[in-house]
């Protein structure tokens, strides 16, 4: 496609069709809040079901934000936002969003991180990684999620685990190509993945590269998703 003898690629219509999608979205989950606390308050029947409809609609959401992410970091139009941050102050915001959604499929979330652990990176975009795999974790969790921090040679690491079966063999070990793990039996398109690798190599220091890792074991025996920043 042209336009004015510029070339116009699929991205570029795309990216401000799921722009308008965010937004649209974004007012629909506003209401969809209001609407949830009202029942709440009212130990309402429907509670349970809206917030099963409140948490899909953040998932659509997340998903929304990290394509346009990639489409702007693509173009050269998105850059880090670096400062230093308290990990255990992320974490536990984290925590505190998510807590009363897990708590209704009987989830216990927890936090294992110094008080006193602090690291330079790039806390919305950070936050984003873990919210989108804390809400993997929340599909497949039997009754645990745990949020970590902690440093290791050099690099920050920050993990989510949780006590269910743990990941397949396939996604098993750094991912060095989370795109290519696509699924149409389980639905699975990558982008979680594909997100969290940018993010994590978007971060460097000292010649080092940030990373992703996707391991089994962990607290409790199930996944373990970490994000190493250097």
């Given amino acids: 496609m042209e336009r004015n003898n510029e070339i116009v690629t699929f991205s570029d219509v795309l990216a401000p069709a799921v722009h308008d999608m965010k937004n649209s979205l974004s007012m629909l989950l506003d209401t969809l809040n209001d609407v949830v606390a009202e029942l709440r308050e009212q130990e309402n029947s429907s509670y349970k079901r809206l917030s099963q409809i409140q948490y899909e609609a953040k998932r659509v959401n997340h998903n929304l934000i990290q394509l346009l992410t990639i489409y702007k970091v693509g173009k050269g139009m998105h850059s880090l ?65 745990l949020l970590r ?54 971060h460097k220091n000292n010649g080092k590269t940030g990373m992703i890792v996707v391991e089994n074991g962990g607290e409790y025996g199930g996944g373990c998703f970490s994000i190493r920043i250097p």
């Fill in 81 to 145: 936002s670096v400062s230093y941050h308290s990990v255990y102050e992320m974490l536990e915001e984290i925590m505190l969003v998510n807590q009363e959604l897990l708590a209704l499929k009987g989830i216990e979330i927890g936090i294992s991180c110094p008080d006193d652990l602090f690291g330079f990176f790039d806390r919305e975009m950070i936050s984003g990684v873990l919210n989108n795999i804390l809400n993997n974790a929340f599909r497949y969790a039997n009754s645990k999620i």
């Fill in 149 to 202: 921090g902690a440093p290791d040679d050099g690099f920050l690491v920050l993990s989510v685990e949780d006590d269910g079966m743990g990941y397949p063999e396939s996604m098993l070990a750094k991912v060095e190509k989370p795109v290519d793990k696509v699924s149409f039996t389980s639905g699975s398109t990558g982008l979680g993945l594909y997100f969290s690798s940018l993010v994590a190599e978007l």
